[in-house]
């Protein structure tokens, strides 16, 4: 089963999908546990958010896959079995390495939409977490910002719709649309 989770920031998404993905795990008699990080920290907020995330699975078993961009070369890694669960950390880093790591690339959401489906297709037990970056009420110029937003939420609609089950976390409380 394909998970997406989407919310807001700070809301409970990756402690709600860690403990999903553990469920999931010991449901399906699964042995391999897998958290795909795609945060590069670029402040001591990211470094700390990492390591809260970090403390939050500490001896729940994962093993820990760092994959900031080409998301489906970490599934090529020797010794990683498609058949474990898999919970992919964020969507919205992805993107965002993707789109501005390497030079900015407009092109970005199309390939990492198909990057990430061909990823929930290969495992089929996958949580994808995304941000809920979309009511702020600001109205954007055509800029990078507009555009990374678009792309965002072609990827987050790309992947509900692929994805059994689709959940978003507010305030730690879970709503579950699929």
Same mark, same amino acid.
């Given at each position: 089963? #394909?998970?997406?989770? *989407?919310?807001?920031?700070? #809301?409970?998404?990756?402690? !709600?999908? /860690? ?9 399906? =008699?699964? %042995? ?12 001591? +907020? ?9 403390? +939050?699975?500490?001896? *729940?078993?994962?093993?820990?896959? &760092? /994959?900031?961009? %080409? ?5 090529? /890694?020797?010794?990683? +079995? ?7 950390? *964020? ?5 965002? #390495? ?14 990492? =939409?198909? &990057?990430?489906?061909?990823?929930? &297709? ?9 941000? !809920?970056? !979309? *009511?702020?009420?600001?109205?954007? %110029?055509?800029?990078?910002?507009? %555009? ?22 507010? !305030?730690?409380? +879970?709503?579950?649309?699929?």
């Amino acid at each position: 089963m #394909n998970i997406f989770i *989407s919310g807001g920031c700070k #809301n409970g998404k990756s402690y !709600y999908a /860690q403990k999903t993905a553990v469920e999931m795990a010991a449901a399906d =008699a699964v %042995d391999k546990l897998y958290y795909v990080a795609t945060m590069m920290p670029h402040d001591e +907020e990211d470094e700390a958010r990492i390591k809260r995330h970090i403390e +939050e699975r500490k001896g *729940s078993g994962f093993i820990t896959l &760092e /994959q900031p961009f %080409d998301i489906c070369a970490c599934l090529d /890694q020797q010794g990683i +079995e498609t058949e474990g669960v898999f919970l992919l950390d *964020s969507v919205t880093a992805l993107l965002n #390495n993707e789109m501005f790591m390497k030079g900015i690339d407009n092109g970005a959401a199309g390939r990492v =939409a198909d &990057e990430l489906l061909t990823f929930a &297709e290969r495992t089929g037990k996958t949580l994808f977490v995304s941000d !809920y970056i !979309y *009511s702020d009420g600001i109205i954007y %110029d055509k800029d990078l910002t507009d %555009d990374y937003r678009r792309g965002l939420a072609f990827i987050d609609r790309k992947l509900a719709a692929k994805c059994d089950k689709v959940v978003e976390i507010a !305030y730690g409380r +879970e709503t579950v649309f699929k």
